[in-house]
């Protein structure tokens, strides 16, 4: 083993999927990509990392609610693209080809595009750490979609795919949720 630069560490433990993050300001819909997101627990809430130097950020911080799409591999470069330009300036649904479609809970859209959708609204923000914590309100999933493989940002420019699914339910079961815990 040789030693790893300290700043660099993050990349041995940064987690996925990459989401897209959407949100309305009262007069448009804007997309912000997001790799640094956590699960709560067996319950629908998720923490994501974000700040004032997202465009995205006054609106969810006003309007207190997000809609976090679930891309896949196949829309890689449109996710990659989303995240290195502005809102301020880019009507990003427009430029990256997405369709906004709306929500059951809150204004902000869901992406037609994605695997998945979950419409949440802010409970709480860290500030210190810059962590949004979010509480799911409604959740969608394309079943019918081919591609499912997410994607996971190592942090460094470079991307992991998902790969083989391994079943180990049996061996779970009274660790998961309905088990009788």
């Known amino acids: 083993m040789h030693e790893l630069e300290l700043g660099k560490a993050f ?12 949100t ?7 997309i912000m990509t ?3 997101t956590m699960v709560m627990d067996f319950t629908p809430v998720f923490a994501i990392t974000t700040g004032a130097w997202n465009h995205s950020y006054a609106a969810l911080r006003k309007n207190r609610e997000c809609v976090i799409a679930i891309p896949t591999v196949d829309m890689l470069d449109k996710v990659v693209g989303i995240g290195t330009c ?7 649904f427009g430029k990256f080809k997405l369709t906004a ?6 204004k902000a859209p869901l992406i037609k595009e994605c695997f998945a959708n979950i419409e949440c609204k802010v409970i709480a923000i860290v500030k210190k750490h810059n962590i949004v914590i979010l509480e799911a309100v409604a959740a969608w999933i394309d079943s ?3 591609e499912k493989r ?5 942090g460094d420019g470079t991307f992991i795919v998902d790969g083989r699914k391994m079943d180990r339910k049996k061996m779970m079961a009274s660790k998961l949720p309905g088990a009788g815990r």
């Open 150 to 154: 997410m994607v996971h940002a190592v």
């Open 24 to 30: 309305h300001d009262g007069k448009k819909d804007n």
């Open 34 to 36: 997001i790799s640094w």
């Open 86 to 92: 502005s809102g301020k300036d880019t009507d990003k």
């Open 11 to 22: 990349t041995l433990i940064e987690p996925g999927p990459v989401v897209l993050v959407t």
């Open 101 to 106: 479609a709306p929500g059951k809970v809150v």
């Open 144 to 146: 019918t979609r081919k």
